[in-house]
Structure formats: structure tokens, C-alpha cells
């Protein structure tokens, strides 16, 4: 296990943020944001991160690359409900070689409602582990931590 | 719109049924299966009972051919909760060239939980309206419906 | 059935509307929009139509009202895809007693993505039918269609 | 944190195991199940496990305990493809309190697809941290891990 799960729950430690409303769909009987659904959040947050860097994920998948997830976390500290407006916090905490570990810092808006993590490997078309294309490896290794 | 919505409500007029459990991620805030969840159950009871004809749709894909979704409607009569097993039958109601439409009772015991209908496309492995394998316009028109 | 498929694909007949990216998780393996996520959009559009109204629906479910959705349809034209956005245009068609049907266009640019209409009751929050608040009332029936 | 993530990849560690098929609607455009998925596939499994134990999850529910969230972690190793079938081993790690610890081991055939845990609470009808009922502490704590 490489994924490192001490998540810095202060938002200024992070370098992009993106805002998602909880939908209807996303809720569940205890009229609460089902625990699934968070992960889609931090999948989006990504790559409004990659768009935001002038890198959209689309170009990356073009050029015969993908971000394969081998690891994500999620810890619930206070429920997100349908309508609610959550801000995901994101930044690249490391990469090593072809992989990388990003943190997530879900607000509420005063209120920590996750924290999160993913690691993800850098594979071609076919799934197989590969080096980060340059661009990719400064972009994500240039960020300030 | 070619989606012929007269759906029957009697079980003995379908060829297959399928038990599908509901999951608590499937709920929503109002407290019962959310209304899109559905669709997937529809969607799980075609690959079932292609299987059940012995012709799973992964055999189906593999000779590049896809069955892509042309349009899709569902009737909600009761509502389906948290852990309730919905029995959906299933029948192909007609084909018509590359086309056919298939039908969908989806029960509570004995009571009607809802009615779909979907139309399909025969499609190849771009995307493209082809003709339906020999195989299959055989085993769809042959069915009794 | 009573959900009228005769919708529009003319963008200046609807009331309202909203841009909504896809998502990775809703792609499938055929690379294109799932045709189940379809349904989230036209909700999440009907939730920004009420507030665009004034009207928040957490407002209407704070009140002891909800939306059931009675009956649902799409009409699929184009695929969407991954980081595409599409333009949900929505209106409601008409109101009758406690139940109304809204429609709605998807496009991508300029080109037709997908039709939609759902069916809605007006219920309490037991999930009885019950009459319209009259601001409900008054706000759909007062849409120029 | 909380969550220990030295899960066991040893299926005879695990008190009860669960088959799901994989949806086409839980993969996505890089051919494989979407990572979020997965966590779908976790709580049908706890579901299933305590049905199997005699104390269905809806028993729970209408005794007015729920069991929160707290933390889900997963780590992929293979990818589980459309209509694959999955087998989810679980066992409880531990109890403490007023929460828990599950494991997971996700099988293809005999290859690894994935390890999973997740953490739970106890939390009654409002969502508030409550003692485990009597019966459900006998049964997790008496397990054999």
C-alpha cells in the first residue's frame, strides 16, 4: 500500500478548487450524498485540475495516454445533502517514476466534509504502465506543494 | 419516436425474468429506488437473458457487434426500496431491419412496479447501423412473443 | 401513458437552459455517455430550472413536497462523450391537476444529442399524490411554452 | 485514520464470500469497470453478509440503527471487465466501540482484481455515533477473523 493517508484538512495547503453540487441522484435513503458518489467528485475535480493547468484530460487520452487509479481513499467527516454546494480542494501531493499520489479536501463551506486521496499510474492505450509524457511529469513535479 | 409504449402488464406475455436485488447506492433521499436506477436494470436483464439464450453479449461484441440504445422509457407504478427484490421479464417485442424494441415488466411480488420499453440498433464496432448477425435476427424474430 | 412524445428539437422553444460536462464515470466500454446517466442530466436540469425560478427545490421538499417522477423517456441522436458538454434545454409542456411533463432538448454545439420528457406528480412527504402549492401552480402554468 | 490497510490477498482469511457481475453501465470508456464501482460492490457484498448471518440490513434499519461510512479505502490490481463475475470476500477486521472494520478481496477466477476496507459507525435514525445493539456486537465480535 503506497497511497499516504495523512490529508491536510487546511484548504490553503492545496492548489486548485472546484465547486459541485450534490445531485438527487447522488443522495441515498439516509437522505444523505451516498459514500459512491464522492468518488466521482474527486474524478471531477481532476480534471477540471488538468483543464485548469491548460491540459485537458481529453488531450492526454489523444495522445495514447491514460491515468489509471490504483488506489483511492475517502474519509466522511460531515454529510453532504442534495443541493448542497461542495468545494473539492486538490493538489499532486508526490510522483514517483510513472505514479503519483493526489489529495482531496471536500468543504462545506466552513465545514471539512472529507478528506480523499488517489494514486494513479500513467499507462498507454493498452493499460500497460508507462513514463509520464514530459509535459505531464513537469506540470504535475513544477506544483507547488 | 418509434417506441411503441403499449407495454403489457402480464407476466405470462414475456419470454425471460431476471431477480435484481436493490442496492442502498440505488436509493435516494426519498427513501426509494432512485428513478434512473432503473434504466440499469433494464440493461441487466437484456444481458441475462442474452446469456440465457446462449449467446452472451460479450460473445456479441467480440465478433464486433454492439447493441446501442436507441431509446428508452419506463412508467414508475410502486416504488422498489432499499433491498427489495424486483422480478423484471423481459421479451423482444419486434424487429424491424437493423431495429427491435424490447419490453419490460418489472414486479414487487405480486404487485406492478413498473413498464419499460427499449429500442435497440444494431451497431458495429464504430459506432455505425449495420445488419444483425444471421444468429441473432434469427434467435430475436424467432422468439415467442 | 401519457407522456406526449412529440418534443421539440428547436432550441427557441424551451424556457431554460444549462451545461453539463460528462463525466468519466459516465462513460461506458462502447466510449461513449452511458445511456442511464442521460436521466441525472435531465434532473439536475430540472433542479437549476427551479432555481433559476426562485424556486430551490430543497425549498419545495422543505415545504412537505416532492417531484415523483412518473414516467421518464429519451431519445438518443448523438453520443456523448467523455469532458463533452452538453446543453440541456428544458420547458415545461403542460400541467394538469397535480401532474406536469417537462421536455427537454440535449445538444452538443450545434448538433441534436438527445430528446427527453418526464412525467411528474405533485406528492406530499409520504409519497401521496396531493395538489400543487399554489406558487407551483402558478410558476409552471405561467411559463410561456 | 483509522482504516488499516494491511488487508489480507489470502481468500480462505475470509468469513463469506459474494458473486456480482459487472454492469455495462459500471464500466467506462477505457474498457474496464469504473473504479467507483467498486465501492458499489463492497456494500452489496456487507449486505449480502449480513443477510447470510441471519440479521438482514432493513432488520437494522427498522430497529433504527444505520451504519455510517466512515472511511472506504481500495487498492486495484486487475482490471474487472464488462459481465465479468466478481467474487467479494469480507470478514469483519474488528470492533471497537462503537465502530468497525470490514475487508475485502476481490477475485477474478484466481487472479487479485482488488482489496478493499471500509470503516464504519453505528449511527441512529438522526445520524448521531450510538452504541451497537446488543445482537449486532455478539455477531461481528463472534466472528472468526
Same mark, same amino acid.
Given at each position: $500500500?503506497?497511497?499516504n493517508l495523512d490529508i491536510s484538512a487546511d484548504p490553503t495547503d492545496y492548489s486548485f478548487a472546484h465547486d459541485i453540487r450534490v445531485r438527487f441522484a447522488e443522495t441515498d435513503a439516509m437522505g444523505v450524498m451516498h459514500h459512491a458518489s464522492y468518488v466521482a467528485f474527486l474524478e471531477e475535480? +481532476?480534471?477540471e485540475y488538468l483543464r485548469d493547468l491548460g491540459r485537458p484530460y481529453?488531450?492526454? +487520452?489523444?495522445e495514447g495516454f491514460d491515468l489509471a487509479v490504483l488506489e483511492v481513499f475517502v474519509q466522511y467527516r460531515?454529510?453532504?445533502?442534495?443541493?448542497?454546494?461542495v468545494t473539492v480542494h486538490t493538489r499532486v501531493r508526490? $510522483? +514517483?517514476g510513472a505514479s503519483f499520489q493526489m489529495d482531496y479536501l471536500l468543504m462545506l463551506g466552513e465545514e471539512i466534509c472529507a478528506l480523499g486521496a488517489t494514486m494513479h499510474g500513467v499507462v498507454d492505450a493498452r493499460g500497460r504502465a508507462t513514463r509520464a509524457p514530459a509535459w505531464l511529469k513537469a506540470l504535475l513535479s513544477g506544483l507547488p506543494n
Open positions: $500500500m503506497r497511497v475535480t +481532476r480534471v481529453g488531450e492526454l +487520452r489523444a460531515a454529510s453532504a445533502r442534495f443541493d448542497d454546494q508526490e $510522483m +514517483r
